[in-house]
């Protein structure tokens, strides 16, 4: 580049650049990457998640709000797949994968499945593409459970974060 000015301005573009992608990698908040999975009935059931920690925060109504769609989890659409149709709640829920959304609220929580798996967050979430959508009752814990964790039981499927865990039935 024969402009200085021209050639100044373009090194301190691309060092911005390169500085915010060290800054964001560095930064990043760990939500490691998670798998649960169980055998319900006859059917194999995986979720598959990023697991963000409370650090201090309050979760419920606040860093997650009440009345609002969530992933369920962090960075993408919280997944899960079932190689046999289940009975979700009472409902049918067809053998596949799908991504597990809720709308939580202080009494009642919705979990949805949307059949379209692969999203990043909730942020192009669209309701035509639900699959299946029960509602469900959370329950205070006795414990603080710092990460958040699913788990696969022969009953269903329960998330635990911060002072809560949510039960949906499953066969």
């Known amino acids: 580049m024969k402009n200085p000015r021209l050639l100044r301005a373009f090194v301190l573009l691309l060092s911005g650049l390169l500085w915010s992608v060290g800054l964001q990698a560095q930064d990043k908040p760990a939500s490691p990457p ?21 650090k201090g925060r309050k979760i419920w109504g606040e860093l997650v ?13 919280t997944t899960i797949t079932t190689d046999q149709p ?9 053998a596949g994968t799908y991504s597990l959304f809720a709308i939580p609220t202080d009494k009642q929580w919705t979990i949805v499945f949307n059949k379209t798996a692969k999203q990043w967050g909730a942020y192009k979430y669209d309701e035509k593409q639900d ?3 029960v509602q469900v009752t959370p329950r205070k814990t006795l414990t603080s ?23 949906v039935a499953l066969k």
């Open 34 to 54: 998670a798998t649960a999975s169980g055998k319900i009935g006859k059917a194999n059931v995986s979720v598959k998640y990023n697991s963000p920690a409370v």
């Open 65 to 77: 709000p009440y009345n609002q769609v969530w992933r369920a989890g962090a960075n993408e659409a």
């Open 86 to 94: 289940l009975t979700v709640e009472g409902k049918t829920l067809p």
């Open 131 to 133: 699959a299946l959508r």
């Open 145 to 167: 459970a710092e990460q958040l964790a699913y788990e696969v039981t022969d009953k269903g499927l329960v998330l635990r974060w911060e002072n809560l865990e949510v039960p």
